[in-house]
């Protein structure tokens, strides 16, 4: 199960960071990732970060912005948002995905993913 928190309202430019815990014990074994999904499209790939926590990839509009992390103690990954813009507003969806690490950066979409988070609104407004 993936539990992710942090959202909220934050004006233009501003920022905030989303957290997800997992409650499996294995979590270390896993690359993981954050989507993002407004009305009316479909979920789309923001970043991903494999199981040892080397490779990371990120979506082109949140390069230089968005950084994220992970703690393999204490089986959470977080998604620092900086510079928000408000087409940064969307649900955003923290991900398992079924293997440790992928080579290629197109491996890390939605079809690679195992369990999905609840989501958490993020709006981004003045």
């Known amino acids: 199960q993936l539990v992710e928190s942090g959202g909220g309202l934050v004006q233009p430019g501003g920022s905030l960071r989303l957290s997800c815990a997992a409650s499996?014990?294995?979590?270390?074994?896993?690359?993981m990732g954050w989507f993002r999904q407004v009305p009316g499209e479909g979920r789309e790939f923001v970043a991903s970060?494999?199981?040892?926590?080397?490779?990371?990839f990120y979506e082109d509009s949140v390069k230089g912005r968005f950084t994220i992390s992970r703690d393999n103690d204490e089986n959470t990954v977080s998604l620092q948002m900086n510079g928000l813009k408000p087409e940064d507003t969307a649900v955003y969806y923290c991900?398992?995905?079924?293997?440790?690490?992928?080579?290629?950066?197109?491996?890390?979409?939605?079809?690679?993913?195992?369990?999905w988070g609840q989501g958490t609104q993020v709006t981004v407004s003045s």
């Open positions: 970060i494999s199981a040892s926590g080397i490779t990371i």
């Open positions: 499996d014990s294995t979590f270390s074994n896993f690359a």
């Open positions: 991900a398992q995905y079924e293997s440790a690490y992928y080579a290629d950066q197109h491996r890390y979409g939605r079809e690679s993913v195992d369990t």
